[in-house]
Every structure is written in C-alpha cells, then in structure tokens.
C-alpha cells in the first residue's frame, strides 16, 4: 500500500487546519461495535493506521485553509448552510463491506444522493463567502468512510493478504442515521486524522 498522509502532504500539509464539513456517527460506542468491531485484527495490521472511534467521519466537503478566513466568514458560511438545509431531514446512509484500497481500507455508502446535496449546499455556501478563494475537494463526491489509513509503514501492509483475511470477516452492511452535519477545523499528524468542532447544524 501506499502511504495516504504523504499522498495529501502538497494539498493539506501535516498540522495545517483545514476547515471541513462532516457527517459524524451520533453515537461513537455504536459506531465503533458496528462499523469496526469485526474487523479489529484486520485494520491493525503493520502499516496501518485504524481510525479510533471518535475520529471516524464522513467527509462532506474540504472547504479550505481555516486561517484563511475570518471568523465573521466562518459564521456567514455556517449560517448560509443552516439555511440551505434546515428542514432536509436526517441523512440516512448503508455502509458496504470495506474494501481494500492503495492508501487505505474504507467502506462505501449508499444511496449517494442526500449527502451529494449536503456537499453542494456546502460548497455553495463557501464560494458565497469567499468566491473562488478555493479549490472544490472533492471535485466528484462519493459518501464514504476510512476505518484504516495507510501510514508511514504503508509498504509492510500487503494487499493480497489483508483481502484474503477480508474474505474469512462474516460480517455485513452497517446502516447508520445522521441528523446533523458538522464543522471542523482539522489538521493531520501523519499518523492520524483529527479535529476541533466550530459548528453544528441540524438536518431535521
């Protein structure tokens, strides 16, 4: 595999914080039972880094640099998403099985629809704001969640071997409910992703 952190290094360097847009599990204990409990031996194999439960996240949108806007642009853009998405209804999201990746192991969710419109209304409400300050991350959105990011070590976690012990795993989709979307302000340290909560917003 290849090490995920060092693959974002030139767009999102380690410790900068970017400000981010999530979905986020309303309940880590559950999260954590459901969505990585049959699969512990797997995403700590050597080379790998498994995503604790707090931190697991769906990602909406990478918007930008947070010290790249003022605190007033913050406020305007979490006031112009409450807007847009007020009365939208919780998000409700299947997580497939995971697969193995290059860069790490991550599960697919489904049906896309609902939470590529949270990733419009986000993006939408950025460019209000800052115009064409930045760059639109994702450029094609597809839900999905990472419960283990390749590492330094990348090169010690074989493929092959990880789908074969992946295939033995009897455990199956994961159907999850979000009623609030959130703003972080978060930042790597090439072993882990993690963040600091600026805002939430209620989708019901």
Known sequence: MKDFFESVETRWPAGRRDLHWHLLPPSTESAADDLLGPYGDLIRTPGLEMVLPKWLHVTV???????????EEVAQMT??????????????????????GTVGIGRAARPGA??????DATW??????????WQLMPQI?????TIAYAGRDAARADGA???SELSDIDAGDVTMTFPTLTLVSQWHTHQRIIWE????VPLA
Not at 79 to 100: K, M, N, Q, W, Y
Not at 124 to 133: L, M, N, S
């Open 79 to 100: 006031d112009h998403v409450r807007e847009a998405v007020a009365g939208t209804g919780p998000v409700e999201l299947v997580f497939s099985r995971p697969s193995i």
């Open 197 to 200: 909560p600026l805002a939430t």
């Open 61 to 71: 949108l990478h918007a930008g640099p947070h010290d790249e806007a003022s605190a």
């Open 141 to 145: 959105y597809n839900p999905h969640l």
């Open 114 to 119: 609902a939470a590529r419109a949270l990733w």
């Open 124 to 133: 939408a409400a950025t460019t209000q704001v800052v115009g064409e300050r």
């Open 161 to 163: 071997s990880m789908k």
